[in-house]
């Protein structure tokens, strides 16, 4: 085939190409031109959310100011329910849980109630407090561990203690939680498994405070095993 075939063969080919292309773009051309709509709607609103979210967390961080200065200062129901110009833990919770602030909001509000005795209402703010990570997550386990103990429900509270130390994972928080599910095997006379604990504690974390007086509780445990 000469070189002038070739060319015009490849002219025809390609216009042949152009002619589907201009054909399917024709047929198609309103779903086509939905679906970029539709992505640029999307889009849209995905910027919308993030700017609408960003101004409600930071209406919600500056309501939580006062709210933990009263916090710190063991104001507790002013904390809890606001001073009447501020909002509590309790209203920043409801009005801006979407925001990081909000859900930080439930964790405060189950500790004022845990330490105001209302352990049932503690519980189930903690419980609202999903944020994955390692410093505020393992705290409210542990307190939901604590208002279950004062509720009379032992095994909850080991289980919630337990739970805690796994999710902190650090020299500081997880030996405090296995500590006080260890003591509790104690109470209830189940040594075994108290010693494991204690034991992990040992091997573990040797240079927490735990740590470091922790052979004195698995000396005290292994008289009752052996």
């Known amino acids: 085939m000469s070189k002038k075939k070739e060319t015009a063969k490849g002219i025809e080919n390609v216009e042949q190409t152009l002619t589907k292309t201009e054909q399917f773009l024709e047929q198609n051309y309103k779903p086509l031109l939905y679906v970029l709509a539709?992505?640029?709607?999307?889009?849209?609103?995905?910027?919308?959310?993030?700017?609408?979210?960003?101004?409600?967390?930071?209406e919600a961080l500056s309501q939580m100011f006062m709210a933990e200065k009263?916090?710190?200062?063991?104001?507790?129901?002013?904390?809890?329910?606001?001073?009447?110009?501020?909002?509590?833990?309790?209203d920043i919770a409801k009005e801006y849980k979407a925001t990081r602030s909000g859900k930080l909001a439930n964790?405060?509000?189950?500790?004022?109630?845990?330490?105001?005795?209302q352990y049932e209402e503690a519980i189930s703010y903690l419980n609202k407090y999903r944020q994955d990570d390692e410093v505020i997550a393992p705290q409210a386990r542990g307190l939901i561990g604590d208002a279950r103990v004062e509720l009379g429900d032992n095994a909850a509270g080991i289980k919630n203690y337990i739970e805690a130390a796994d999710m902190?994972?650090?020299?500081?928080?997880?030996?405090?939680?296995?500590?006080?599910?260890?003591?509790?095997?104690?109470s209830d006379g189940k040594w075994?498994?108290?010693?494991?604990?204690y034991e992990q504690i040992q091997e573990k974390y040797p240079?927490?405070?735990?740590?470091?007086?922790?052979?004195?509780y698995i000396a005290r445990v292994k008289l009752h095993i052996d």
């Open 168 to 186: 902190a994972e650090n020299s500081f928080l997880s030996p405090i939680y296995l500590m006080k599910a260890g003591m509790l095997y104690e």
């Open 70 to 90: 009263y916090f710190g200062q063991d104001s507790l129901k002013l904390a809890l329910n606001g001073d009447g110009n501020n909002l509590g833990f309790i």
């Open 207 to 216: 240079e927490s405070n735990e740590g470091r007086t922790i052979e004195k």
């Open 38 to 58: 539709g992505a640029v709607v999307l889009v849209g609103i995905v910027w919308l959310l993030r700017m609408y979210t960003s101004k409600k967390n930071d």
């Open 192 to 197: 075994a498994d108290a010693l494991k604990l």
């Open 107 to 117: 964790f405060y509000a189950g500790a004022c109630l845990m330490h105001l005795g």
